[in-house]
């Protein structure tokens, strides 16, 4: 696909994309979910439905959200065990 063949469809979807992704971008900061399993589930399943479909915004849309809920797991493992930001103690 190049950039001359974006339809008003491509981007709408990319649009829709876009908007439904940065919507992680505050779990991230919060770095507290739950159900990671059911979630990392679904968006690989919609990765494989985007590679069938050959849809690149789908596929991107996706894999961003699943880098996204890779920091989050990684901010998980690593205040369980301890090396999260030092608390600070009150005056």
Not at 22 to 47: E, H, V
Request: hydrophobic fraction near 45%; aromatic fraction near 8%; charged fraction near 15%.
């Amino acid at each position: 696909m190049t950039f001359a063949d974006v339809t008003l469809e491509t981007f709408v979807g990319g649009a829709a994309a876009l908007c439904t992704t940065a919507s992680y971008i505050p779990q991230l900061r919060k770095c507290w979910t739950t159900g990671l399993l059911l979630l990392t589930c679904g968006l690989g399943l919609w990765m494989v439905y985007g590679l069938m479909r050959g849809d690149v915004v789908i596929i991107l849309a996706n894999g961003v959200s699943l880098a996204l809920l890779g920091c989050i797991l990684y901010f998980k493992v690593r205040e369980s065990h301890g090396r999260g930001a030092p608390h600070r103690q009150k005056a």
